[in-house]
């Protein structure tokens, strides 16, 4: 397999990905690990702007009139959706939420998307809920977040499906740099091995990726590239991290219980 | 819960954990992130030397005395125990090793060490794949690195022993602390924080570890301390890392199939 062009002449090898804009020189001559969205892609680099005013409808208020001698502080209002929410997206959610919350765990996050999309593994739900939640919440999602989350994967679904040429329902690894490449993300191919080889079956056989394990793939790489981005500011392509920060970095990626 | 003392009187804190060798300054300053092993723990680390020459017994040779007029290469002797090996540990390869390829792969290594400590998730196992096996077969180990992963898990067994006072088979964060630290590993609060948080349960419950959990814990922090150090050969507690270099040494440590 050569990876030749790779650098060199990409959009010479997958003709249908959305052509780099002139803007790309901003990042400054280092390795363009992550090229800046295209204008095709308005929405592929989210912002994870959890301090934005909530949507203020649907009170639901609480505590006003309590026969106390005292008015207690209001409940505040319960996550809601941003406006324009497509209903399934709010359909969905609400289906699983089913204690009224407004807020949902992995497994109930897992059903949810199950609806729209397919069955995830819960594996690559916990990596999403990391990816979307809030870090100081890390075991639930709200709905705003969920909204972001069920768009991302729409995006990522039209991108998995425009690289599956066969319909297989499986790309392989020139699809999968292919496919990263068209959400912004330029993979040195030695890493694109050792990501793919993680779905070697046991006999170590290379294995095509569903869409399940692209989408796993395709966040890890999303989440340690933005990760590593944090720490180099000025794009050189290479980041100086303390022992405690690389640890701090990684760890969180890591599948547990 | 108070970290005040744990970099500056941390003996006083676990009295039990072997001292700190006086040769510790040759660190350079920086932060002490892996301590050298203190003389207690001679084996404590592993040098992954592959190159060792095979023990030359057990011939089976093929080959010789062929039928056809050339005389073929003889096979390789197949891969066999270190010299003073202990019997239980060659029993309990040979146990899983049923089509006597000598090798294993991470079932067979599962259910081989249920024979002298106990049934480790897979997840665990396939770190242990990782870190113990030769990176050019990751599906697979060989004699010589089974022999030194149930050495080490045994002088893990005895250090989680130890600091599970209260021998009620799990460790909580201070002794997980306490043990990683006399394995030789001095890990920032934050980091062990983060680490152990990934095994609270579904309500964000803070649970203690396990013996198989400790195991996972300990060879991430090994794993990742060690690749780390590679990069960090002066001990000043930071590298510097490109991208590409980044990802490769994280991305081994992501669990897949």
């Known amino acids: ?111 949810a998307l199950s609806s729209g999309y397919q069955q995830f593994s819960l594996r690559t739900i916990r990596l999403l809920m990391f990816l979307f939640g809030n870090s100081a919440d890390p075991h639930r999602i709200g709905p705003k977040e969920f909204a972001e989350l069920w768009s991302c994967l729409g995006q990522w679904r039209g991108i998995f499906e425009r690289f599956d040429r066969d319909r297989s329902g499986k790309i392989d690894l020139a699809e999968l740099r292919d496919a990263l490449y068209s959400l912004g ?27 399940d394990s692209f989408v796993e793939c395709g966040m890890i790489v999303k989440g340690l590239t933005e990760k590593f981005k944090e720490k180099d500011t000025r794009y050189t392509g290479s980041a100086t991290l303390s022992y405690e920060t690389f640890m701090t970095m990684v760890i969180p990626f890591l599948a547990a219980e």
Chains 1, 2 share one sequence.
């Not at 993979?187 to 793919?196: A, G, K, N």
């Open 1 to 111: 397999m050569s990876y030749s062009h790779y650098t060199s002449g990409h959009n010479s090898s997958s003709p249908s990905a959305p052509p780099v804009p002139e803007n790309q020189s901003q990042s400054g001559g280092g390795y363009a690990y992550q090229r800046p969205p295209s204008s095709q892609q308005p929405n592929y680099n989210y912002n994870y702007n959890y301090g934005q005013p909530q949507n203020p409808s649907s009170g639901g208020g609480g505590g006003y009139g309590s026969p106390y001698g005292y008015a207690p502080a209001p409940a505040p209002n319960p996550p809601s959706f941003p406006p324009g929410t497509h209903p399934e997206v709010i359909r969905s959610f609400q289906m699983v939420d089913s204690d009224r919350s407004g807020f949902i765990d992995a497994k109930e996050l897992q059903r």
């Open 185 to 211: 993300f330029a993979i040195p191919p030695t890493v694109l091995q050792l990501l793919i080889s993680k779905y070697d079956d046991q006999s170590g056989r290379r294995a095509d990726l569903s869409f």
